[in-house]
């Protein structure tokens, strides 16, 4: 009757009201534990993650030794998530195929047979076409699961154990590295060489107050699987491992095998006759794919921005080999070096992040970014607790041991009382246990002894491995109340592990060369253009083209319905263009990025964020160390520096300050020879004065150049007042007319002026 009535009740009535925001919280800080500590970040003392370790353990379980025969893919994966990680099979096969990859690991845990994928960034054939099997290393890595050294833990669905770390020797967090994005977290450890590892471990066992300085004349930094180079400095590099951030400039590395001269193999140059050379790529940084690489260089070339190279191949089989074709044999071999630094991913930056799980007695898996002397002390303090567990677990097999060698020993210095025993009782083993004084377990492995047992060299070897099992008992008791000791022992092994990967062997050498990079090439960025002459023609509803070619100025352009010519100039596709905007703003545009004349050209505006309701009231070539008039029709000016004017980004750069109702109305070149300003009003009045009475400034409202009653400013210009002020008469004449006495009008800046000569242009401008 129970039953029924609790299978009527109202599902609903399980329901708890709580609020939105904390129920949400509760729930994402589980998923966010969950991401961090059993997902994304390695642990610190095996430097495995669980999808690595489970992959390890369940190769392992599958007797998958280096001298075993290969196993197909799929029977690991499978294993893998049917017993320990259930998720999908594509991401365990991946994590399975990078562990064998020797271009993402640099000490590789899995040995592969069959197509792994390759450093082109293509992907490992299916794992139903491929074979595994471990490594060398991930046996050292694991060494020790079997004697009691780690704990270990129920699977996900409580039918199988799974060891919580591996307890083996191999410095595997710093010596593969890792990297992972967790909730709110990530890391980022690069490859590191194992024999400078263990070398900096040894110096902390000896003396844990070790400078950090002196832990990085043993520890030199990354050593990247893929070799390459790392030209930061060593104070650079040396404050990344100081705090556990910071980042490297990796490099490819330029090396000529081929090369007879020393110094152009080691320069990556091939001599190829009649002074012809190439450059040779022999190592790419760490995580970039040759085939991505050949194409954005390919991209560069078809693009025209790198017009001083000329091809690029891959020549590579098992090694590496690009080799780079300049367009000239007179292009400088260093400037072709750093523009492909620059422009391509043969210089790439790896930042650091040593943000790993701790797991410390009493505080659980703690993610912590630590130095790589906190690392290492913490790794130390790790392999010396697995050593104390491993002596625990050995001396209570000893004790077990001995236990049943001293019951044998019993039953051969009585055996005939013991064959009789066994003869003449019903039930022995209580006769016995009364009679010698023997447990349990001494009774029960005396009647399970065979009778082979019992020839008399039994006796003096079960003597004699009594006598190893209590000398050995002895010093692994002596070793676990000596820290001293254990230190010692520590050591010892950690000399075994560096000499089987020191540096003369092939595993163990290092492969990236870390040297502070000699000073770059200066030069100009326009090198990288193609130099070709163009003429910029721009619209007075802001459309913008570059036609090929010195074109006569004057001809008569195409232009949209109700448009019509504002600007055109003569000049080069490696020359910077500046526009000024009648709100004050300055724009920079390249001469090699404009479209062509075909048609109409492009909006100015898709180029660069210039104001709607602005006007561009100039447009010129930049000259580097020039210099610009600049004034508002409020009347106030200032002189301005031309390279100060160039504009980085799309948003331009504001030059002029201007307030409401208030335009820039004159931009002009300021000639060398150039002394005086002339500025002439609204209302027709003129003032001239010396040009050094007008500050050179970056930005700002500028001097006040002529005084109005009514109006504003018209017009200004600089001239050299020696040679007078001239200007347009206008017609079809084309004359000019010069003013020599200009003298007349020269007064104070700021002042009001008086009417300009005869003949000066009804339009007041210059």
Same mark, same amino acid.
């Given at each position: 009757m129970a039953d029924i009535i609790d299978a009527e009740k109202d599902p609903f009535d399980a329901i708890v009201d709580a609020p939105f925001d904390s129920a949400l919280s509760e729930r994402y800080l589980v998923y966010a534990l969950s991401t961090i500590t059993a997902r994304s970040l390695p642990d610190l003392r095996d430097g495995l993650k669980p999808v690595h370790r489970r992959l390890l353990w369940a190769m392992?379980?599958?007797?998958?030794?280096?001298?075993?025969?290969?196993? %197909?893919?799929?029977?690991?994966? &499978?294993?893998?998530?049917?017993? *320990?990680?259930?998720? &999908?099979?594509?991401?365990? #096969?991946?994590?399975?195929? /990078?562990?064998?990859?020797? @271009?993402?690991l640099r000490y590789p845990l899995v040995e592969g047979q069959g197509n792994f994928g390759n450093i082109d960034g293509d992907n490992a054939a299916a794992y139903r076409y491929t074979e595994a099997r471990l490594t060398r290393t991930a046996l050292l890595l694991m060494q020790g699961l079997d004697e009691g050294t780690v704990d270990f833990v129920p699977t996900y669905n409580g039918e199988e154990e799974e060891p919580e770390i591996f307890p083996g020797l191999f410095p595997n967090l710093l010596a593969n590295g890792a990297s992972g994005i967790a909730v709110g977290m990530a890391t980022n450890i690069p490859s590191h060489n194992v024999a400078e590892v263990l070398d900096a471990a040894l110096e902390l066992i000896d003396n844990p107050h070790a400078e950090h300085a002196r832990l990085m004349e043993l520890f030199h930094g990354p050593d990247f699987a893929t070799g390459g180079l790392v030209v930061d400095s060593a104070e650079v590099v040396s404050a990344a491992y100081e705090t556990g951030r910071g980042s490297f400039r990796m490099r490819a590395r330029f090396h000529a095998a081929e090369a007879k001269d020393q110094a152009d193999r080691e320069a990556g140059i091939e001599r190829l006759g009649g002074g012809q050379w190439q450059l040779v790529v022999s190592e790419i940084p760490y995580q970039v794919p040759k085939g991505k690489l050949i194409e954005q260089v390919a991209q560069l070339i078809a693009d025209r921005k790198l017009p001083i190279l000329e091809d690029?191949?891959? +020549?590579?089989?098992?090694?590496?080999?690009?080799? @780079?074709?300049?367009?000239?044999?007179?292009?400088?071999?260093?400037?072709? =070096?750093?523009?492909? #630094?620059?422009?391509?991913?043969? !210089?790439?930056? @790896?930042?650091?992040?040593?943000?790993?799980?701790?797991?410390?007695? &009493?505080?659980?898996?703690?993610?912590?970014?630590?130095?790589? %002397?906190?690392?290492?002390?913490?790794?130390?303090?790790?392999? $010396?607790?697995?050593?104390?567990?491993?002596?625990?677990?050995?001396?209570?097999?000893?004790?077990?041991?001995?236990?049943?060698? +001293? &019951? *044998?020993?019993?039953?051969?210095?009585?055996?005939?009382?013991?064959?009789?025993?066994?003869?003449?009782?019903? +039930?022995? %083993?209580?006769?016995?246990?009364?009679?010698?004084?023997?447990?349990?377990?001494?009774?029960?492995?005396?009647?399970?002894?065979?009778?082979?047992?019992?020839?008399?060299?039994? !006796?003096?070897?079960? /003597?004699?491995?009594?006598?190893?099992?209590? =000398?050995?008992?002895?010093?692994?008791? =002596?070793?676990?109340?000596?820290?001293?000791?254990?230190?010692?022992?520590?050591?010892?092994?950690?000399?075994?592990?560096? %000499?089987? #990967?020191?540096?003369?062997?092939p595993l163990g050498r290092r492969r990236t060369t870390i040297a502070e990079a000699a000073p770059t090439v !200066? #030069?100009?960025?326009?090198?990288? $253009? !193609? =130099? +070709?002459?163009?003429?910029?023609?721009?619209s007075q509803r802001g459309w913008i083209r570059a036609a090929r070619g010195h074109l006569p100025l004057e001809q008569d352009w195409k232009f949209k319905e109700g448009d019509g010519p504002a600007f055109a100039l003569h000049a080069q596709t490696t020359d910077k263009l500046l526009l000024a905007a009648d709100d004050g703003r300055f724009y920079t545009l390249g001469a090699d990025k404009l479209p062509g004349a075909r048609g109409f050209g492009e909006p100015l505006r898709t180029m660069i964020d210039i104001d709607p309701e602005a006007t561009v009231v100039a447009a010129m070539v930049h000259r580097p160390k020039g210099q610009l008039l600049l004034a508002a029709t409020s009347g106030k000016g200032f002189a301005a520096e031309t390279d100060e004017l160039l504009a980085e980004t799309r948003k331009g750069r504001q030059v002029v300050n201007l307030k409401p109702g208030q335009k820039l109305a004159v931009v002009r070149e300021i000639a060398p020879a150039h002394d005086h300003v002339a500025v002439v009003g609204d209302n027709r009045k003129l003032v001239v004065f010396n040009l050094?009475?007008?500050?050179?400034?970056?930005?700002g409202q500028g001097v006040t150049l002529q005084r109005y009653r009514d109006g504003g400013l018209s017009d200004a210009i600089t001239f050299t007042l020696a040679d007078g002020l001239s200007w347009a008469m206008g017609g079809e004449t084309g004359r000019t007319r010069t003013e020599e006495e200009v003298w007349q009008w020269k007064v104070a800046r700021g002042a009001a002026g008086r009417m300009p000569p005869r003949g000066f242009p009804k339009d007041n401008r210059f």
């Open positions: 392992r379980q599958l007797r998958l030794d280096p001298t075993q025969a290969f196993k %197909k893919s799929a029977r690991v994966v &499978g294993d893998v998530i049917g017993k *320990y990680h259930p998720h &999908g099979d594509a991401s365990v #096969y991946d994590a399975m195929v /990078r562990l064998a990859q020797d @271009f993402s690029v191949r891959d +020549e590579s089989d098992e090694a590496i080999r690009i080799v @780079f074709v300049p367009k000239s044999r007179n292009v400088d071999p260093e400037l072709l =070096k750093e523009s492909l #630094y620059k422009l391509t991913d043969l !210089e790439t930056r @790896f930042g650091l992040n040593l943000n790993v799980l701790d797991a410390q007695p &009493g505080t659980g898996r703690t993610p912590m970014v630590m130095g790589l %002397k906190e690392v290492l002390l913490h790794w130390i303090a790790s392999q $010396i607790d697995i050593l104390q567990r491993r002596s625990r677990h050995r001396l209570d097999q000893i004790a077990k041991r001995l236990e049943l060698v +001293e &019951g *044998y020993i019993v039953a051969f210095l009585n055996l005939d009382r013991i064959i009789e025993i066994i003869r003449t009782e019903d +039930e022995p %083993k209580p006769v016995m246990m009364a009679e010698f004084q023997l447990t349990d377990r001494q009774a029960e492995a005396i009647l399970n002894m065979r009778l082979r047992s019992l020839r008399k060299l039994e !006796e003096m070897e079960l /003597r004699r491995e009594r006598d190893e099992l209590l =000398k050995e008992q002895d010093d692994l008791t =002596k070793l676990l109340e000596s820290p001293a000791r254990q230190r010692t022992r520590l050591k010892r092994d950690l000399a075994g592990v560096r %000499k089987e #990967y020191a540096e003369d062997t !200066e #030069y100009d960025p326009s090198a990288m $253009i !193609e =130099k +070709e002459p163009v003429t910029v023609i721009l050094e009475e007008m500050p050179v400034m970056a930005r």
